[in-house]
């Protein structure tokens, strides 16, 4: 038997479809497959913006046909937008063809609710408020080689005013520090070269009496060859240990995920995210003075409710002072009930929009001028896969810039040393020297 699942949204629902193959092996489905071949069809989906949800909608919808020629074909949803207030009873209202509908709580027994599905004709809707549960039991299928995504802890706790993660994902849960490193060096050992620890917001973990930077450093100690990341780090928790840390360990990239969001004040207090952009610069100088060739980069919103143009330009030229090497930009985007969806003065789609495109101007501007300032010299890539298409393999180095180049074997999983010869765009392209 077979099973395709469709992912949604960040690098931690990749990991937990990863967790959810893991699942489906045990229940006997054997092989990925396409969708039109699979026997089961998990949609992992993410509600962090509209868009994501829309996405999710149209395909899930598609596959009625599906189910009308395949009659023994079982569709399972899981994930935040399964979680979410309403979205469940909407799904069973609107694709009455959905077999399994799971939350982010439940998880764990998503093997029973296969179990059940296949004894009986019903639906089984389970939905379970959150218990602190974790999913650590669960083994995942590995499907980034060489790289490798770790979970150190779960939900958040910072109720952001435009964020659904909370209210979906449910409070801070770390993982115990013994069980990360066991499975760090278990990754090492089985030569991944690539190790992501994952959690909404790392910093603020705590297994036990252990600090994220003193589990970083525990990370860091693991025997082998290969790169240590981590994400997503929150500016209010960003500390001098942790970049005392990065500085100390060649492992660990230098490079961070230092999500900003606005570089106006007023704007950041609105969105309670507990940081000044004085602050969030001040970070940015102490990161540059002890590692000055760490590359930082971003998340940031536009339009968020009343932001006016003088407060996006206080974002645009915060873009320019911290000197990001890249970022995920995105038009702010309601949500039903978090605190910002309920504010006056939101924003029109075309200002946002115009605004958007104006910020990407920004930054791929400032991307590619650091991507030029490579052609000549000599980096490090880690690579990670060929891409068909231009018939070249590709990668990245520390810092995440993309590289291309030709390679006579295999050359995945492999540390090269790319010499550039000129960059594209954002990307790099050259030959191996070694
Ligand atoms: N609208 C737009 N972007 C959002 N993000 C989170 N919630 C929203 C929203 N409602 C963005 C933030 C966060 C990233 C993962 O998604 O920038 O850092
Ligand atoms: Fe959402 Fe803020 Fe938590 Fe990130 S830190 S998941 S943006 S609430």
């Not at 909370?166 to 760090?184: F, Q």
């Not at 942790?242 to 492992?251: A, N, R």
């Not at 995945?412 to 550039?420: A, D, E, N, R």
Request: with cysteine; net charge neutral.
């Amino acid at each position: 038997m077979k099973y395709h699942i469709v992912t949604y949204g960040c690098q931690m629902n990749l990991h937990e479809s990863e967790k959810i193959a893991g699942i489906l092996r045990e229940k006997g489905y054997t092989e990925e497959a396409d969708i039109d071949d699979a026997d089961i069809i998990v949609f992992n989906t993410c509600c962090i913006r509209e868009n994501a949800e829309n996405h999710a909608f149209g395909n899930i919808g598609a596959l009625k046909k599906h189910k009308r020629e395949k009659k023994d074909l079982i569709i399972a949803v899981g994930g935040c937008m399964a979680q979410e207030k309403g979205k469940a009873e909407l799904i069973r209202q609107k694709f009455p063809f959905v077999d399994i509908l799971f939350g982010t709580h439940n998880l764990n027994e998503l093997g029973d609710l296969i179990d059940k599905k296949r004894a009986q004709k019903k639906r089984v809707f389970s939905l379970k408020e959150e218990r602190g549960e974790t999913e650590d039991n669960i083994t995942p299928v590995r499907t980034g080689y060489p790289g490798a995504w770790v979970n150190i802890m779960y939900g958040c706790n910072n109720f952001c005013s435009y964020c659904i993660v909370p209210y979906v994902r449910g409070r801070e849960r770390s993982r115990n520090a013994d069980d990360v490193v066991r499975e760090v060096e278990e990754l090492s050992k089985e030569g991944y070269k690539e190790i992501t620890l994952l959690g909404q917001n790392v910093n603020s973990y705590r297994g036990g009496e252990t600090s994220f930077p003193e589990l970083l450093d525990r990370c860091a100690r693991v025997e082998g060859d290969f790169r240590l990341r981590f994400m997503t780090s929150h500016p209010k928790d960003f500390s001098a240990e942790l970049v005392e840390v990065i500085k100390k360990h060649k492992k660990i990239c230098n490079s961070i995920h230092l999500p900003v969001q606005s570089g106006s004040n007023r704007i950041l207090n609105l969105m309670n995210r507990h940081y000044t952009r004085e602050k969030y610069l001040e970070e940015i100088a102490l990161l540059r003075r002890e590692i000055p060739d760490c590359a930082v980069t971003t998340d940031i919103i536009v339009g968020f409710p009343t932001e006016t143009e003088d407060e996006f330009q206080e974002t645009l030229s915060l873009v320019k002072e911290a000197g990001f090497a890249s970022a995920f930009m995105f038009i702010y985007s309601p949500r039903t009930g978090t605190k910002a969806a309920a504010m006056e003065g939101q924003i029109p789609e075309e200002i946002a929009k115009d605004r958007l495109s104006r910020l990407i101007d920004a930054v791929n501007e400032q991307t590619r001028q650091i991507s030029a300032g490579y052609v000549g010299k000599s980096c490090e890539i880690l690579c990670e896969g060929y891409d068909e298409r231009k018939k070249l393999y590709l990668g990245r180095d520390e810092y995440g810039r993309m590289g291309y180049f030709e390679g006579e074997k295999c050359l995945i999983g492999k540390f090269v040393t790319l010499q550039v010869e000129r960059a594209n765009g954002i990307s790099l392209y050259g030959s191996i020297v070694k």
